[in-house]
């Protein structure tokens, strides 16, 4: 059964720096394509971050330079560094996880995905 477990959330001010961890159970996650979501209390679930089964990674526009995906096959783990965080960054954090994605891969919608963990907090305080 495929699980996907966050960690790495927090509370930082504004300018700070975390790590964001997903670790993956039940499949070789390296060959599926797999993102990072957030939710803001009262606001949609937007997409942040993404790689797809090739390697290519994407990344919402107000991401773009601040947010960096990478992964550790050894460690079946996907991390997302999250530097210069800003108050608007604070959410709740969603791994998730779609083993059968086509090519090319809509990786901003939710619905693409299969799988997803149960989140990890991050507060950015100014």
């Known amino acids: 059964q495929v699980q996907l477990v966050e960690s790495g959330g927090g509370s930082v001010q504004a300018g700070g720096s975390l790590r964001l961890s997903c670790a993956v159970t039940?499949?070789?996650?390296?060959?599926?394509?797999m993102g990072w979501f957030r939710q803001a209390p009262g606001k949609e679930r937007e997409g942040v971050a993404a790689i797809d089964s090739d390697g290519r990674t994407s990344y919402a526009d107000s991401m773009k330079g601040r947010f960096t995906l990478s992964q550790d096959n050894t460690k079946n783990t996907l991390y997302l560094q999250m530097n210069s965080l800003k108050p608007d960054d604070t959410a709740m954090y969603y791994c998730a996880a779609n083993p059968d994605c086509m090519l090319p891969f809509a990786w901003w919608a939710d619905s693409e995905y299969n799988y997803w963990g149960q989140g990890t907090q991050v507060t950015v305080s100014s």
């Open positions: 039940g499949y070789t996650y390296r060959t599926y394509c």
